[in-house]
């Protein structure tokens, strides 16, 4: 086994696994022969696998054990060779995110102007914030809405160039970063200065803009932290990675935001 990956990214791979496999929970504990429970908490992180059932679940989901628990993770590479899922998997959607600054920048305003009055937003529950506004509204819509890559680090994903876009909207007094204590704790907050521009948002957009910031706003550093380590595209994802966009697919509740089964009965 890799000496850096970690329990808890066994089990963000193996619950995309079972979910591209089409199995439920259930299926899959009915399958192992234990019960459902632990399997939540091992696709959690929660407890670990023996050696026996991580090859009997490498087996009955088609997966090459050897690339389940390497470094070099890839979806496209976990299936055996001999599997008909290999070319399933090429047919996943691609959806390369490009992120519009101008958008961006303009919904960083929304959210704190939305949340200019809660001394808990500081640094940690703004990025969160901009996260969820960005996959939910992937997994609700299939398009994307600001196109930030995320990456993957030690408490949550966090938007890639955010300092250099926030540096630049400092010089250009859009809005001002400030140190206080919070609960004697250093904390840095952002202020608007200007007011954003909700012409460059759909109202789909902003709905689910404003879906996240009612749902979330009130959380605490570490709560709204400790609840992004358990979506799936953070678990699936190698620490210092790029998230990709594709895993809010394999999301179930309490993450998922989209209901699939009426989105089938539209088609």
């Known amino acids: 086994m890799s000496t850096t990956i970690t329990q808890k990214e066994i089990g963000g791979r193996i619950a995309v696994l ?17 019960a459902r429970p632990s399997i939540s908490q091992i696709e959690s992180g929660k407890r670990n696998i023996s050696v026996l059932e991580l090859k009997k679940i490498t087996e009955i989901l088609s997966v090459n054990i050897d690339k389940l628990l390497s470094d070099d993770y890839k979806l496209g590479e976990l299936f055996d060779e001999s599997s008909e899922e290999v070319d399933e998997v090429q047919e996943l959607r691609v959806s390369v995110p490009v992120m519009n600054l101008n958008k961006f920048k303009n919904i960083l305003l929304y959210i704190l102007e939305k949340t200019a009055g809660k001394a808990n937003v500081g640094e940690t529950v703004l990025y969160k914030l901009l996260y969820f506004s960005d996959f939910n509204y992937y997994e609700m819509y299939e398009e994307h809405l600001s196109g930030a890559e995320y990456r993957k680090l030690p408490y949550g994903p966090v938007p890639q160039k955010l300092d250099s876009i926030i540096s630049q909207m400092i010089d250009k007094q859009a809005i001002k970063r400030i140190s206080v204590d919070y609960h004697g704790y250093p904390q840095k907050r952002y202020l608007p200065l200007v007011k954003p521009n909700l012409s460059v948002l759909k109202a789909t957009e902003k709905d689910v803009i404003d879906r996240v910031v009612d749902h979330f706003s009130d959380w605490s550093a570490t709560s709204i932290s400790d609840f992004s380590h358990g979506d799936i595209p953070w678990l699936a994802s190698k620490d210092g990675e790029t998230i990709d966009y594709e895993l809010v697919f394999y999301r179930e509740a309490p993450y998922t935001v989209r209901n699939y089964e009426e989105s089938n009965e539209l088609l």
């Open 18 to 34: 079972r979910k591209r496999k089409g199995y439920s929970q259930d299926d899959l504990a009915i399958l192992l022969g234990i």
